[in-house]
């Protein structure tokens, strides 16, 4: 079974900022190409999937990715793709100013406690998740 995969956004509110990143999840649909675009300034990725294609499934479980210091949503994408292939939902997150293309928070101690915050909102499921992005 292929992975669906499609970029996720979680607009700025009172509890934090706006949030990027993706989500897999099983579908049924073919695998394609999908050219992530340039990701840092050293390189580009693309990946087999099927980009916004409709979830298979209900009620299916949910793993939220967190990147490690400058690293990006995208780091651990095999490991997404793998848990999508066996029925899970897959969320993962740039968590701001200590990615790969932003690293102005990375010797903050705040760009580390804030995460639980940044990993609650990215919660497909949650009311700060777009409805239309599920």
Known sequence: ???????????ADADGP????????????PPVEIDL????ANFEITMCGAKDAPISGDKLPLVVVSQGRGGSFIGHHDTAETLADAWF???????????????SRSGDRSA?????????????RSDAASADQL
């Open 37 to 40: 675009g340039e990701i840092t």
């Open 1 to 11: 079974m292929p992975a669906g995969f499609r970029f996720i956004e979680v607009p």
């Open 89 to 103: 939902i897959v969320a993962a997150i740039n968590h701001p100013g200590n990615t790969v293309s932003d690293m």
């Open 112 to 124: 580390l406690v804030e995460r639980p915050t940044d990993i609650k909102a990215d919660d497909p």
């Open 18 to 29: 706006a949030l990027d990143g993706a989500m897999w999840y099983p579908c049924c649909e």
